[in-house]
Each structure stands twice: as C-alpha cells, then as structure tokens.
C-alpha cells in the first residue's frame, strides 16, 4: 500500500529552527509536495522536490532522499504566523497527489 | 473571480438528501480535483478530471459523483447524503497533471 508518515505535532519556540520530517512509500514517484495550511483555510503551495538535495526558497527549505524515501521541511527564524499544519504529498505514478496526515506546528514566544 | 471558488461555504444537509458542491477556477487550468478532509487523515482524491471532458475515481469515489463539462466548472455530487459524508471538501486545479495545486477556500459539510 502507499503510505506517508509525518508526526502529528511539533512545538518550536519564535526565532529558532524546526524540521519536519516525512517518510514517504508510494507505488512509483514523480515528486514531492509540501504545503503549509492554517487552521480553516486552504492548503498552499511551499515546495516542490523531485530530484535529491536541498531546495531553498527564503526561511523554508525542503530536501529530498529518494532512495531513503525521505524528506523535511526546514523553517528558520520562525515567526508566530508559521504556526499552521504543514502537509507532506508524494506524486504516484498516476500523478496523484498522496497526503500525509499533516504535522501540526506550534510557535511559543 | 479570481483564483479557484467554491460555493457554498458551508451546509448542513438532511441524510438522504442530494447536494451539488461547485467549483469554479478563472486560471484555465487543465487538471482539477475533488479532496476530502477529515480529521487525522489526510487529504483523500473523491474524484479528477485531467482535461475538459474527462474525469477519473480517486482513492474515495464510492457515493459521489463529478462532471467537467467545460474547463472552467467542476461540480461534485452527493446524489443521496450518508453522514459519514460529513467533511471538508476542497476542490483543487493544476495546470498539467505533474504541477503543483492550488486550491478553493473549501466547502464544510455537515450530513445528519
């Protein structure tokens, strides 16, 4: 079966750094997804990996292992505004999306 | 319009009763899509459809159905409402079928 594994919860202080992690097996791969929700909203959009390494896009990034079938998304200098749920994806070989269940982060001043 | 719209943004339905869900993207994207939310779970795909015309079952099809007649307009159908069909449903567009997806404000739906 396909299966995405991120933990449910994370507590991180304003100002310091926080990764989360995502451990992904999915028949077939064709990138993956993270996307940043707030409570009652939509998810959007914040990285996109589909070959090994780092990505880097201002305070987030998000790296990839395919051969580990592993990624994180990394936050710096956190800001109270990043707490949110933060969603992992994995593109099958019928690109379609498949979620984890989402990790909840929660900035303390 | 601007961006991806659903309608309504919430509804409480008597069981048995049949719900339309709409959605409506002005970004001419070829893909859309039809998520439930449920607490604990993540995102699941009802229904897709990759281009005007078509559509596809996702992974929780079972007592819904779809229609893309146009690019623009993906309705979903609760044809006769259980209440294990209470959720958040999220409709979604992509460009291509291998691109990111961007996503309507959701639709909270309460079955009793």
């Known amino acids: 079966g396909q299966n995405i594994d991120q933990p449910t919860e994370m507590t991180a202080t304003e100002g310091a750094i926080v990764q989360i992690n995502c451990t992904y097996q999915t028949s077939g791969f064709n990138g993956l997804f993270w996307y940043q929700q707030h409570a009652g909203e939509a998810p959007t959009f914040l990285s996109y990996?589909?070959l090994d390494g780092l990505e880097e896009k201002g305070r987030f990034s998000s790296f990839l292992s395919r051969s580990k079938g592993y990624s994180y998304l990394l936050l710096k200098e956190l800001q109270m505004k990043d707490s949110a749920s933060y969603l992992c994806?994995?593109?099958?070989?019928?690109?379609?999306?498949?979620w984890g269940a989402g990790t909840k982060l929660i900035i303390k001043p | 319009i601007a961006g991806i719209t659903q309608a309504p943004t919430s509804q409480i339905l008597a069981a048995g009763r049949r719900m339309t869900l709409r959605c409506t993207q002005d970004m001419r994207h070829n893909a859309m899509y039809w998520y439930r939310q449920d607490l604990g779970l993540g995102l699941r795909l009802i229904h897709y459809s990759n281009t005007a015309g078509t559509t596809g079952k996702g992974e929780v099809p079972d007592g819904y159905s779809v229609s893309r007649a146009n690019t623009d307009d993906f309705p979903l159908t609760l044809a006769s409402a259980v209440p294990s069909q209470t959720s958040v449903y999220f409709c979604?567009?992509?460009?291509?079928?291998?691109?990111?997806?961007?996503f309507g404000p959701g639709t909270r739906l309460t079955v009793l």
């Open positions: 994806a994995v593109m099958d070989s019928n690109y379609q999306l498949i």
């Open positions: 979604a567009s992509s460009p291509g079928t291998n691109n990111e997806q961007f």
């Open positions: 990996n589909v």
